[in-house]
């Protein structure tokens, strides 16, 4: 019965965990019109954000937030506008001197940024586009691109989660020794 409690001990302290939650708040923005965070379950927030592309029919925008909850994040850049694109997109600190992290793939309607692991702060998410092409090929002007932000957190373990689990490998050593059996030594 001892083993058992133990065991059982052990393998709850294992799968004891914090659940993450993603909180991104904006705190300002430049060049578009910006949604305030909303946040769908535990591991992600979404943005909503419009960019008025008059008259070159190019945009370029940043806006600024406040991280809460540090761990590895994807953000997901999608347009709504049909024929636009997402050409770069880039993770600054919050007055934009020092690039975190970039996209560095080919203009398209969805652009994802890995950006590892950046804790709790200030952030600015910089990106630029463009509204796509009218019918003779030419860059249509007269546009307002829309889209989503969607960033997407896995957490890194608290000092807490760390030690639950330590606790939980050391009773299965602890209980894996006590059923060894001794060797008894044997004459040949």
């Not at 979404?46 to 008059?54: G, I, L, P």
């Not at 969607?150 to 373990?157: D, H, I, R």
């Not at 050593?173 to 059996?181: D, E, Q, V």
Request: charged share 10%.
């Amino acid at each position: 019965m001892r083993r058992f409690v133990l065991a059982l001990v052990a393998c709850s302290a294992l799968t004891i965990a914090s659940a993450a939650n993603a909180a991104i708040n904006i705190t300002g923005f430049n060049g578009l019109d910006a949604s305030p965070a909303v946040t769908n379950g535990t591991t992600q927030d979404y943005v909503s954000w419009s960019a008025n592309t008059e008259p070159s029919g190019s945009f370029t925008s940043w806006f600024t937030f406040h991280n809460s909850s540090p761990g590895l994040y994807s953000i997901v850049a999608d347009t709504s506008t049909l024929g636009a694109t997402i050409s770069s997109l880039m993770l600054q600190t919050s007055d934009g001197s020092t690039t975190l992290a970039q996209y560095l793939g080919l203009p398209a309607s969805s652009a994802t940024l890995v950006t590892g692991n950046f804790g709790a702060g200030d952030y600015r998410l910089t990106f630029s586009g463009n509204s796509g092409l009218d019918m003779n090929g030419a860059a249509n002007p007269a546009s307002v691109v829309t889209g989503n932000f969607t960033f997407y957190v896995q957490a890194v373990p608290e000092p807490a989660t760390w030690a639950l689990m330590l606790f939980g490998f050391g009773g299965i050593g602890l209980s894996l020794r006590r059923r060894r059996k001794p060797a008894l030594a044997q004459l040949a």
